[in-house]
T-cell receptor, first 110, second 115 residues
Framework: GDSVTQMEGPVTLSEEAFLTINCTYTATGYPSLFWYVQYPGEGLQLLLKATKADDKGSNKGFEATYRKETTSFHLEKGSVQVSDSAVYFCALIPWDKIIFGKGTRLHILP | GAVVSQHPSRVICKSGTSVKIECRSLDFQATTMFWYRQFPKQSLMLMATSNEGSKATYEQGVEKDKFLINHASLTLSTLTVTSAHPEDSSFYIC???????????FGQGTRLTVV
């Protein structure tokens, strides 16, 4: 069945470091791919999305490219900030149901 | 790992009736639960934040009298769709955080169809 696998956390980085959070998926057809972020005490927020192969989603300095050949949607940011500390979820929508990865907690040290 | 159980997974109801969806944390206590709605092929929309023992906080545009949320214990939150209409048909999903807010876990989701 459809599934999402993302790297386990927690991930701890220093401010201004480069960030990569890996996400791979298995799905039939052509799903849409998403990254959500959850800050402490808050609900999920959509960070970025891509709806077809080779699309690049971007927002707040974060980027992810829909790679159908490697079935991946890795999240990247060139220079992280303390305010980026949160839990990040990769998600897949094959049709009418959303499937989440387990989440990756990110800690950014000043 | 921790499990969040959401029930039912699928429900069909007639217009005008009410439907209750349960979200249970099975092996941890959740002070905060979130309810989301998802339309086909679209991303999630946060509906409300549910805190144990207090009133839910609804997002702008969500009718609190239509989507009743109760969080009566540290392991159970319920969403009741009152006087359901076909436009309420959607996929509803809950998530729960443990007391230490170290992780969030998702229910399996509920597919609601109003006919």
């Amino acid at each position: 069945g459809d599934s999402v696998t993302q790297m386990e956390g927690p991930v701890t980085l220093s401010e201004e470091a480069f960030l990569t959070i890996n996400c791979t998926y298995t799905a039939t057809g052509y799903p849409s791919l998403f990254w959500y972020v959850q800050y402490p005490g808050e609900g999920l927020q959509l960070l970025l999305k891509a709806t077809k192969a080779d699309d690049k989603g971007s927002n707040k300095g974060f980027e992810a490219t829909y790679r159908k050949e490697t079935t991946s949607f890795h999240l990247e940011k060139g220079s992280v900030q303390v305010s980026d500390s949160a839990v990040y979820f990769c998600a897949l929508i094959p049709w009418d149901k959303i499937i989440f990865g387990k989440g990756t907690r990110l800690h950014i040290l000043p | 790992g921790a499990v969040v159980s959401q029930h039912p997974s699928r429900v069909i109801c007639k217009s005008g009736t009410s439907v209750k969806i349960e979200c249970r944390s099975l092996d941890f206590q959740a002070t905060t639960m979130f309810w989301y709605r998802q339309f086909p092929k679209q991303s999630l929309m946060l509906m409300a934040t549910s805190n144990e023992g207090s009133k839910a906080t609804y997002e702008q545009g969500v009718e609190k009298d239509k989507f009743l949320i109760n969080h009566a214990s540290l392991t159970l939150s319920t969403l009741t769709v009152t006087s359901a209409h076909p436009e309420d048909s959607s996929f509803y999903i809950c998530s729960a955080e443990d007391l230490l807010n170290t992780e969030a876990f998702f229910g399996q989701g509920t597919r609601l169809t109003v006919v």
